[in-house]
């Protein structure tokens, strides 16, 4: 069983910036950050495997960077030009099975933070 634990969340004005973290208690392969605005489907916004790759979702291309650094098991996302609209809970996933590409799906996560939240004001 992996814990794992979010931070970095907060209130900001639009096109401000924020840093998540999120620290795995043990190995990961795949991770990623999920968000959910209330009233809406939590989506997956970035993925990353072990090795580097990346996903991204298309509404925070060029925005958002998701970032691990597997000695410390923790995982990043820089979150930049924060619109009204990436207001929502953000939540860290990650699975330990070994996965050749990590995609932004829930199905494929095993292991859930309990979320940070970002809101961001116009």
């Known amino acids: 069983q992996v814990q794992l634990v979010e931070s970095g969340g907060g209130s900001v004005q639009a096109g401000g910036s924020l840093r998540l973290s999120c620290a795995a208690s043990?190995?990961?392969?795949?991770m990623a950050w999920f968000r959910q605005a209330p009233g809406k489907e939590r989506e997956g916004v970035a993925a990353?495997?072990?090795?580097?790759?990346?996903d991204y979702a298309d509404s925070v291309k060029g925005r958002f960077t998701i970032s691990r650094d597997n000695a410390k098991n923790t995982l990043y996302v820089q979150v930049n030009s924060l619109e009204p609209e990436d207001t929502a809970m953000y939540y860290c996933?990650?699975?330990?099975?070994?996965?050749?590409?990590?995609?932004?799906?829930?199905?494929?996560?095993?292991?859930w933070g309990q979320g940070t939240q970002i809101t961001v004001s116009s």
């Open positions: 990353i495997h072990r090795d580097g790759t990346t």
């Open positions: 996933a990650a699975a330990a099975r070994y996965r050749v590409y990590c995609r932004r799906a829930k199905d494929e996560y095993n292991f």
């Open positions: 043990g190995y990961t392969n795949c």
